[in-house]
Antibody, heavy 122, light 107 residues
Framework: EVQLVESGGALVQPGRSLRLSCEAS????????MHWVRQAPGKGLEWVSG????????GYADSVKGRFTISRDNAKNSLYLQMDSLTIEDTALYYC???????????????WGLGTLVTVTS | DIQMTQSPSYVSASVGDRVTITCRAS??????LVWYQQKPGKAPKLLIS???TLQSGVPSRFSGTGSGTDFTLTISSLQPEDFATYYC?????????FGGGTKVEIK
């Protein structure tokens, strides 16, 4: 059974940094693309970032480009999202998600974790 | 960036009704269109990939059609467990983008 467990969400002040983690199990993590998708309270889904199985292909939403960095450690079956220069608009539930294939584009998002909440407030 | 426009944003329907949700892409995306269902307080669930491929375990009352810029999700006979919010997403190019969602509520 595919399991994705996010952690690292917290209440932080604007301008600060936060690192999210996602521990994956139940599938071959090291040959699967991964995503971060977020959902602000009461709002729709927003894709944040994606990474291919070997970290060669990486993409970001315009709203986070230059501030967020996605990475993965295949030896630890883990996905990460380093979030810098946080703003109030980054407040959301952040989902870790498994791609359909080796890349993060050209396929669906097959499985989703339960999410970790990031609240940015002064 | 490719914009995804869903309509309607809200639909009120009864059990047994046929419901159709439309998703339009701002440029052609071939069949790189995905549909998800999200219930309150839950993570999204994959329903349909590649515009029309029903995922394993998803009831056959769900179907997807379309190619290029115009796509539809149809629920042929609405069941109580289908009341949820539905999102389309283009998987053609980066950044990946979602539609604004369609909330299906009980009439």
């Amino acid at each position: 059974e595919v399991q994705l467990v996010e952690s690292g969400g917290a209440l932080v002040q604007p301008g600060r940094s936060l690192r999210l983690s996602c521990e994956a199990s139940g599938f071959s993590f090291d040959d699967t693309g991964m995503h971060w998708v977020r959902q602000a309270p009461g709002k729709g889904l927003e894709w944040v970032s994606g990474i291919s199985w070997n970290s060669v292909s990486i993409g970001y939403a315009d709203s986070v480009k230059g501030r967020f960095t996605i990475s993965r450690d295949n030896a630890k079956n883990s996905l990460y999202l380093q979030m810098d220069s946080l703003t109030i608009e980054d407040t959301a539930l952040y989902y870790c998600a498994k791609a359909e294939n080796w890349n993060y584009v050209g396929g669906s998002i097959e499985h989703w974790g339960l999410g970790t909440l990031v609240t940015v407030t002064s | 960036d490719i914009q995804m426009t869903q309509s309607p944003s809200y639909v009120s329907a009864s059990v047994g009704d046929r419901v159709t949700i439309t998703c339009r892409a701002s440029q052609g995306i071939s069949n790189w269109l995905v549909w998800y269902q999200q219930k309150p307080g839950k993570a999204p669930k994959l329903l349909i990939s590649a515009a029309s491929t029903l995922q394993s375990g998803v009831p056959s009352r769900f179907s997807g059609t379309g190619s290029g810029t115009d796509f539809t999700l149809t629920i042929s006979s609405l069941q109580p467990e289908d009341f949820a919010t539905y999102y389309c997403q283009q998987a053609n190019s980066v950044p990946l983008t979602f539609g604004g969602g369609t909330k299906v509520e009980i009439k």
